[in-house]
Structure formats: structure tokens, C-alpha cells
């Protein structure tokens, strides 16, 4: 069941966001949006995220029996709820919030109803820099359907929000053990606010979706004999993480440092030069079409266009204060929940830890942890060189910024303590329950 | 069993009773929230879509045209104006809505009645729709101030 759930996470976020690079392609070469263009794409997508997603994890696609218990009864019913109160949510909100209408899916109508003169949408003065991968998907649902149906992002929204719990509760499954997959995925679920953002359809969710996909194939590439395949996918998963929003971008470059950096420090120059190539190779087809988007097509972003008086506002050191404040704020009001997130994500350390309470980091592990510390950071930068005002721009964004790493963060405590595989020789998850050999 | 051992299971058994509990009861708190939101058709936006119909017919299709706004400045304005602005771009795409720019034709919406008549004299006042049904408010989603939209065009 987990492994299905994971295959099946897996090959639908590598689906959507194939299908979103080549109906904007379609709809930039072609000089509009055409059904020829998006079954084309459809096509090409289904192709090669199922050809990826089988390639990469077909050692791990062992089938397994699910065990019903009270305890995952208990699970199950939080997961039903949480997608329930969703579903509820996103049909009282068939706009979305404010960055749905103010930017994707008013994206979305320029590319479906825009024809030829759909690049108008970059003379518009916000936001217009911001990639495609969210308007392109709803954009490819209305042309194939040939109905502007509200419906379409709902669905879309609905999808990546699912996909993160199944991706959450499928990997750290396969990575530790069913038991732990399914602590991690209610982990998840307990900060409202992740729900909330997937009713807003707001582009975090799916970005954090591609967050966390990029840390589980690098996790699993560490239990796989297909290891160089699964790094080159948490690449595309970067790729496609930089093609959703313009944090993507800092995501990509964090990652690829941690990385090698990480598998430096364990394997030595070799070893990282070649997963550092595999990383980058997955990411590249992806980075090339946002390079081409940015240069021949976007605008300049907000932040950049304003460089004069930046370094200004990076040496200011009362800026400093203000953004150490917004972060205490914000983690402190992190969930918006009646019981803050920080209490299940303890008790899933509890779980994680195991017997004996084994504390060790793997090339993965440390990975996963230097990029959501230093991506975090590097909002923080962006922050210190903002030319809008300061408290208004984190008071707007950095509780969105927070959500698009918490399923990264829940992931990486949920493999704390699993085991490494120079220590445990033959690739098995260290299951209290439920343990299989993986390959 | 040993006691550590012991101790361990029991912790084990906390950490999932809280883990589960935690998950329903914030699952449980948003479910509380949401249901404040309402159904579908009473969405601000919705009405706004259909109070912005005879405006769409007015104006052309596709193309740019100018907007006009109690402030001009969109990005630094404050942020009923900004939603004004984001709402009649979403209703109206692909047509290109240039605040400040120029054209033959403006859209113009304005909180402030009066600053309707402020408007220079390079524009001449087509059509004007009044105020539609509901708009941005900070407070509740149901607004309860909104915009009103006129169409200019520009001075011979």
C-alpha cells in the first residue's frame, strides 16, 4: 500500500509538472493554447514521468499487505478529515485567495483565452515574473475540456495537497516503516495552515509537494541500486520546484550545494563530483526553459530592478531586528492550529528515534537538513534586500514561506534514526514492523 | 521486560496518542473555520465576475488599456486598491489592464466618489457603472465597501 502510494505520488508530481513545461512550450512556440498542443503534451508527460518513476523505483515497488489496527484507524480517520475539510474549503473558495486570482489563476486565463496576445500578461505590473507551472496546468485542464470551469484549479489545488500527504506517508514508509509513514503524514496534516494554503490554492503547497519529492528520492536513492537515477529525479524535482515559484530558484541552488557538499563529507571528492552531476543533469531540462522564460519573455523581477539602494538595505543592520522578530512571530503562530505543530512533530521524533535511540545522519539526511536551514536563510537575505516595506512583506509572506518547507521538515525528523546503508549492509528499512528487503 | 524497555513502549504509546489526537483536533479547529467561509455563489469574487459583465462587453476583448485608481501606484498602494486592481485583471484578462498608461480607453475604479471628478481632463468619462456588489475588505471577505467602475476615454 505504501509503495503504491508512493509510485503513485511520484509519478503524478513528476506528471503535472512535465505536462506544465511542454503545454508552455506548446503555448509559446505555437502562439496560443490548441488541443493539438495539449494532448501532445499530455502524451509526452505521461511518457516520461511513468518511464522515470519505473525506472527509478521499481526496486523499491515491493507490494505489501496493509495491516488495519485501531492505531490506523485512528490515522486513517485524521487523513479522511483532513482531506474532507479540504475538499469543504476549496468549494466554499472556487477563486482561491489572493495570490490564486492575483497571480496563477489569472495567469492561467492569459495563456487559455489569450491566443497570440497572451505575452500581454508580462506589461502587467505584479508579479508578472513569477514562472508558469501552476497557470500552465490549469490552463492545459481548460483547453482540454474546452470549459473555463472553476473546477479546474479546485482540482488542481486539491491534487497537489493529497499528493504531499501521500508522498509523506509513502516514502517514510519505504524509507523507515509503515507505522512511522503514517505518524508522519498525521504530522503533517496537524498544522492547519497546510490545508488552509492548499484551499487558498496558493502555489506553496505545490511547491513544497516538489520540496518534498526531491528529499525522498535523495533519501531513497540511499536504499536503491538505481541510485544515480533516483538523484537525477530529486534534480527534476528541483527543476520543477524553480518552474513553480521564484523560491524554487534558491531551493535548486541550496540543494545542490548540500548535497554535494553532504556526500563530500562522507564519500569523498569522487563521489560527490558524480552525484553532483547526476543532481544537476535531473534539474537542467527544467532550468533551461525557466532560463529561456526569464531572459526572452519575464519582466525583471521587483526585487532585482530595485539594485541602487540594496546594498543599503543589506547593511542596515535595524533590518535585522525586524526580520529576527517576523521569524519568532511567525514560528510561534506557525499551524495556526488550537495545539501548535512543534507537540506532534516532538512526539514524532519519539517515533523516529527507535530503540536505543540511534542518532546518525546520512549524505540524505544531512542534505535534507542543510537546504531547509539554508534555504530558510536565504529567504531571510531576500528579506534584508526587499524594496517593499519590510514588516508588510513579511506579514504577507514569510507564514507561506514557513509552509513551503514544513513537509521537508516533518520528513527529515520521520528519518531520524533510520538506518545508513554502509551500517546495515543489505537495504532494509529498520522497521520495528512490518520490515521487507527493498531490493 | 526491562524497565527501560518498558518505559520506552509507554513513551512510544504517548507519542502516538498525541501525534493522532494533535492531528484530529487541529483538522478538527480548521473544519470550524471553514465553515464560516460559505457556499460557492455567495464568493466576492463570483458576484464581482458578475457585476463586472457589462463593463467586459464595454471594452475590448484583448489589447491594453488604461487603469485608472484612487492611486495609481498599484504595488505601493494600500491594499484595497491593490485587490481592486488584482480582481478587475482577473475578470478582464487577456485584456491588459496598464495602470498609469496610455491608450484610448481607461478602466477606472475608485473607492473615493469624489476623486472620480479629479480625474484630468485628458480623459472623458463613456460610462459609468457604479458601485459593484462587493469588493476587498480587510476585515471579512464579505466586503462591504466596493469599487466604483467608470470607462474613459481619452480627449481629442
Redesign the interface.
Known amino acids: 500500500m505504501s509503495q503504491l502510494l508512493l509510485l503513485a505520488s511520484v509519478a503524478i508530481g513528476f506528471f503535472l509538472g512535465i505536462f506544465s513545461v511542454f503545454f508552455f512550450l506548446g503555448v509559446w512556440v505555437g502562439g496560443g493554447s490548441s488541443t493539438v498542443g495539449v494532448l501532445l503534451s499530455l502524451g509526452l508527460a505521461a511518457l516520461a514521468a511513468v518511464h522515470a518513476t519505473r525506472l527509478g523505483l521499481r526496486s523499491l515497488a515491493q507490494p505489501s499487505v496493509p495491516r488495519f489496527s485501531f ?1 490506523t484507524a ?2 486513517a ?2 487523513f479522511v ?2 482531506l474532507a ?1 479540504l475538499l ?2 476549496l ?5 482561491g485567495w ?1 495570490d490564486a ?2 497571480i496563477w ?2 495567469h492561467a ?2 495563456l487559455y ?3 497570440p ?2 505575452t ?2 508580462f ?4 508579479y508578472s515574473d513569477y514562472p508558469f507551472l501552476l497557470p500552465s496546468i490549469v490552463a492545459g485542464g481548460w483547453a482540454l475540456l474546452h470549459n473555463e470551469h472553476t473546477v479546474v484549479p479546485m482540482f488542481v489545488a486539491f491534487l497537489f495537497t493529497a499528493l504531499t500527504i501521500a508522498l509523506m506517508i509513502g516514502s517514510v514508509s519505504v524509507r523507515r516503516n509503515d507505522w512511522l509513514g503514517l ?1 508522519a503524514g ?2 503533517l ?4 495552515e497546510f ?2 494554503h492548499g ?1 487558498y490554492q496558493m502555489a506553496d503547497v505545490p511547491l513544497g509537494f516538489y520540496f518534498l519529492l526531491a528529499f525522498s528520492l535523495l533519501q531513497l536513492s540511499e536504499i536503491s541500486s538505481h541510485r544515480a537515477i533516483l538523484v537525477a529525479g530529486a534534480g527534476l524535482s528541483a527543476g520543477l520546484a524553480a518552474w513553480t515559484k521564484n523560491e524554487g530558484m534558491l531551493f535548486a541552488a541550496v540543494l545542490t550545494l548540500a548535497w554535494t557538499g553532504s556526500v563530500l563529507l562522507r564519500d569523498g571528492v569522487r563521489a560527490a563530483a558524480k552525484n553532483a552531476r547526476w543532481l544537476v543533469a535531473g534539474m537542467a531540462p527544467v532550468l533551461l526553459v525557466l532560463a529561456a522564460f526569464k531572459i526572452l519573455l519575464a519582466p525583471p523581477n ?1 526585487m532585482t530592478s530595485a539594485g541602487d539602494s540594496m546594498w543599503m538595505r543589506l547593511s542596515d543592520s535595524s533590518r535585522f531586528l525586524v526580520i529576527a522578530r517576523g521569524y519568532a512571530g511567525s514560528l510561534l503562530a506557525f ?1 495556526n ?3 501548535h ?1 512543534v ?2 512533530v ?3 521524533v ?2 523516529a528515534a527507535g ?1 536505543g535511540g540511534r542518532w546518525q545522519l546520512s549524505s540524505a539526511q544531512l542534505c535534507t537538513l542543510l537546504t531547509i536551514v539554508g534555504t530558510a536563510l536565504g529567504y531571510a537575505i531576500v528579506y534584508l534586500a526587499t524594496p ?1 516595506d519590510l514588516v508588510w512583506h513579511i506579514y504577507t509572506s514569510l507564514d507561506r514561506l514557513l509552509m513551503q518547507l514544513w513537509p521537508g521538515l516533518v520528513f527529515a525528523v520521520a528519518c531520524i534514526g533510520a538506518p545508513l546503508r554502509r551500517d546495515t549492509g543489505i537495504l532494509q528499512p529498520d522497521a520495528t514492523r512490518g520490515a521487507r528487503r527493498l531490493s | 521486560l526491562t524497565a527501560s524497555s518498558a518505559f520506552e513502549k509507554w513513551l512510544r504509546r504517548v507519542a502516538t496518542a498525541l501525534l493522532a489526537g494533535v492531528a484530529l483536533l487541529n483538522v478538527g479547529y480548521m473544519r470550524k473555520l471553514i465553515v464560516r467561509l460559505g457556499p460557492p455563489s455567495d464568493h466576492p469574487i463570483s458576484r464581482y465576475e458578475e457585476d463586472i459583465r457589462p463593463v467586459r462587453a464595454a471594452l475590448p476583448d484583448r489589447g491594453r488599456v488604461a487603469y485608472l485608481s484612487d492611486t495609481l501606484a498599484v504595488l505601493s498602494a494600500p491594499i484595497e486598491t491593490r485587490a481592486d486592481y488584482a480582481w478587475a485583471q482577473y475578470a478582464l484578462a487577456p485584456l491588459a489592464l496598464i495602470p498609469g498608461g496610455d491608450g484610448a480607453m481607461a478602466l477606472g475604479q475608485f473607492r473615493i466618489d469624489t476623486l472620480v471628478e479629479s480625474v484630468g481632463p485628458e480623459w472623458v468619462r463613456l460610462k459609468d457603472f457604479g458601485r459593484t456588489r462587493s469588493g476587498w475588505t480587510r476585515e471579512s471577505f464579505v466586503g462591504a465597501s466596493a469599487p466604483r467602475v467608470v470607462i474613459f476615454r481619452k480627449a481629442q
Open positions: 492505531r485512528v490515522f480517520i485524521a478529515s483532513a475539510t469543504v474549503a468549494l466554499s473558495l472556487p477563486h489572493w486570482w492575483g489563476n489569472m486565463r492569459f483565452r489569450g491566443g496576445d497572451w500581454d500578461v506589461l502587467l505590473p505584479m505518524a498525521a504530522a496534516v496537524a498544522a492547519p490545508l488552509r484551499a521587483d499551524g492550529g488550537v495545539v505543530p507537540v506532534p516532538a512526539a514524532l519519539v517515533l530503540r517593499h
